[in-house]
């Protein structure tokens, strides 16, 4: 590469939590740079993951997290043009991307959601992928699928 790599920005953490993954949710949550929008959501979503997970031991964070954890896809496919033919090859995913990944996913299946307020939506979400279901958890199935079928051409990888 002839540019040198841009500096990786600091995320501060979030007031509440003091966690960063937190914030980093929060910003992709954000609409028009509306954080504290954005912060007043997601806290709600969490009081409301609190009182349906009432028997869970688990902390209404620690199950985000294992929500998140739950809809993180491992591999993607890439397409990779060869010889005039395009094949959908899998590639592992970094470890920053892999976070990335999930929580938009989470959101957007979040936001597809009919009806209610969006930390309503948010929370069902959260409480979906943390029972191992919801589209966010499918579109990480799907995303395995995909890399499992075209495994043949790994050897493509790049």
Do not use: C
């Not at 003091?18 to 912060?39: A, C, E, P, R, T």
């Not at 938009?104 to 939506?121: D, P, Q, T, V, Y």
């Amino acid at each position: 590469m002839r540019k040198a790599k841009p500096k990786k920005r600091v995320i501060l953490p979030d007031p509440v939590f003091n966690d960063q993954k937190v914030s980093k949710f929060v910003n992709h949550l954000m609409y028009d740079g509306k954080k504290s929008i954005s912060y007043s959501i997601f806290y709600n979503a969490l009081d409301i993951v609190k009182e349906k997970a009432a028997k869970e031991e688990k902390t209404p964070l620690e199950i985000w997290k294992q929500a998140l954890d739950n809809i993180t896809p491992q591999v993607e496919v890439k397409s990779r043009r060869i010889g005039g033919a395009t094949f959908q090859v899998p590639t592992e995913i970094r470890p920053d991307r892999k976070e990335s990944v999930s929580m938009k996913n989470m959101i957007l299946f979040a936001r597809k959601r009919g009806g209610k307020s969006m930390a309503e939506k948010l929370a069902a979400e959260i409480m979906d992928a943390y029972n191992n279901q919801g589209g966010a958890f499918k579109r990480k199935e799907d995303m395995h699928r995909m890399a499992e079928a075209n495994r043949a051409f790994a050897h493509f990888r790049f």
